[in-house]
């Protein structure tokens, strides 16, 4: 498929450090922040919340997996998850996109 994604963007750690942002979810796969209350009222953004979810513990998991380079195998079938990965990554961006949530990364702001 052209113009597919091949590498996954690691989400940054700033907002992992300092979860203490009460009322807000973090969309890990585009580093953006939801209003807590706008998932519940929205069975939609729930879902993509969920989605994301899922998707940031299968990256964390990926990660923490990775192989030896001089087993050749295991590292190709492990840069083909990379590159599924990144195709969801940039599905869970366009379904964000497409819901019209505003980026936020800082919710004070």
């Given at each position: 498929?052209?113009?597919?994604?091949?590498?996954?963007?690691?989400?940054?750690?700033?907002?992992?450090?300092?979860?203490?942002?009460?009322?807000?979810l973090?969309?890990?796969?585009?580093?953006?922040?939801?209003?807590?209350?706008?998932?519940?009222?929205d069975?939609?953004?729930?879902?993509?919340?969920?989605?994301?979810?899922?998707?940031?513990?299968?990256?964390?998991?990926?990660?923490?997996r990775?192989?030896?380079?001089?087993?050749?195998?295991?590292?190709?079938?492990?840069?083909?998850e990379?590159?599924?990965?990144?195709?969801?990554?940039?599905?869970?961006?366009?379904?964000?996109?497409?819901?019209?949530?505003?980026?936020?990364?800082?919710?004070?702001?």
């Amino acid at each position: 498929m052209p113009g597919a994604p091949h590498r996954v963007i690691p989400p940054t750690l700033r907002g992992i450090e300092h979860p203490s942002m009460a009322g807000w979810l973090r969309l890990a796969s585009s580093g953006w922040y939801v209003k807590a209350a706008d998932a519940v009222a929205d069975p939609d953004t729930l879902d993509l919340a969920v989605a994301d979810s899922v998707w940031f513990f299968a990256m964390e998991d990926w990660q923490r997996r990775r192989p030896i380079r001089r087993h050749l195998w295991a590292w190709h079938v492990w840069r083909a998850e990379e590159r599924r990965l990144a195709a969801e990554q940039a599905q869970l961006v366009a379904r964000t996109l497409a819901k019209r949530i505003q980026p936020s990364y800082d919710p004070k702001g």
